[in-house]
DNA sequence: ACCGTGATGTACCAAACGGTACAGCTACCA
DNA sequence: TGGTAGCTGTACCGTTTGGTACATCACGGT
């Protein structure tokens, strides 16, 4: 096995990453906290960017596998909704989340490690979520738009509880999203919005 | 005039922190790029961290006056949603919105000059925007959830809208949760979620 | 027994960091 | 005219930073 140190040192980094996060944090304090030298991580990445290249993409990897293990048992989407949301809001992934988020900022202003990040932090989403709607009998002119706007209210609701921890006031807030989703082929009450 | 100077210099910062962010910024480098010394700024702020205080201060109350200017002139809850959409997604806000979603990843890891900001950062929104909705005609029992809701929304397109660029893809993901909205006190063609 | 390769410890570097002591400067008020 | 309060430049402090040179260790193949 050749790159198992290197792995078994990146699956550490990552963890603890998760727990204080990275902008503060020195090549020297994260190797103290997971046991190790700061001389083995220049050694097995290179520079400070080169760790959190490989977290990213680390991170990018665990989301896409969690992404394509959300298949859907129910051709109900205010059901789905509510799986989703489920999912997304374990505490268990809490840290890993506040991590996702940390990267975001630095990708909004450019770092160039986050390259990766920046390319895919949308796309890879709305792709797979737009045909997952589209199986659920969304016309495709609608499951695009649903996809972007869901994707945005997992992100959005994620913030808040994040930030407040008020679990009921976010599940509630995301029910309301879930009873919304499913009118979105449904016609409307009024006519087409003037102008 | 007592804290002019001050002010002037607070000022410059925060314009510079909105183009290049703080995480990865030294006093040092920031004093030089706004045209004073470091010694300028330990002087007015004390510390780094008594300048991101007042960074984050400056900015509550910049969007605490944005929000009190949201009067609405419409009595329908869609145009409401539009005009809240097209004023948040100003382009020429981008840079705030920025550095707004670095303090708050910030705050997500709980660093004590964010306190001010964690406590005010959901609430001070989910409030007023309660009132106005159920000055449009919504139940309190909808309007506390669809504030948060719209929030949620809110954010989690602009964190698109940022990452992205692609303003036409948000905008439209916009245009359907304001669709969406104004149903939320219609009936459900569907009876109550089972269980 | 030998050697090469990956892994590791020690010890160091120049640069930059946050922060401060101290000596001035300007300007207004008595 | 003489302070006194706010502001600023210089020059320094000890510490920490990312990164590296070098010597060493463990060990599997030959």
């Given amino acids: ?6 792995q ?19 090549m020297r304090e994260l190797a103290a906290a997971i046991g190790t030298s700061h001389r083995m991580l220049h050694y097995h990445f290179g520079s400070r960017d ?8 680390l991170m990018e990897a665990r989301q896409r596998a969690a992404l394509a293990a959300l298949e859907a048992d129910t051709s109900d989407l205010t059901e789905l909704s509510r799986a989703f949301w ?10 890993a989340e506040r991590l996702f ?17 920046r390319e895919s932090v949308v796309t890879a989403w709305t792709g797979p979520v737009t045909d997952m709607l589209t199986r659920h009998g969304l016309p495709p ?22 930030a407040t921890g008020d679990q009921a006031a ?16 449904e016609p409307r009450d ?6």
């Fill in 1 to 6: 096995m050749s790159g198992t140190a290197k």
């Fill in 8 to 26: 078994t040192l990146l699956e550490r980094c990552l963890q603890h990453l998760q727990e204080v996060g990275f902008s503060d944090l020195s």
């Fill in 50 to 57: 080169g760790l959190l290249v490989e977290i990213v993409n």
């Fill in 86 to 95: 489920k999912r997304v809001s374990d505490p268990a992934l809490a840290p």
């Fill in 101 to 117: 988020f940390e990267i975001y900022a630095h990708a909004l202003n450019g770092r160039p490690w986050t390259a990766g990040f």
């Fill in 141 to 162: 002119r609608q499951a695009g738009r649903a996809a972007r706007l869901s994707l945005a209210v997992g992100r959005g609701l994620l913030l808040d509880l994040l």
């Fill in 170 to 185: 976010v599940d509630d807030a995301a029910e309301l999203f879930a009873e919304l989703i499913a009118r979105v082929e």
């Fill in 190 to 195: 009024t006519p087409p919005s003037p102008r």
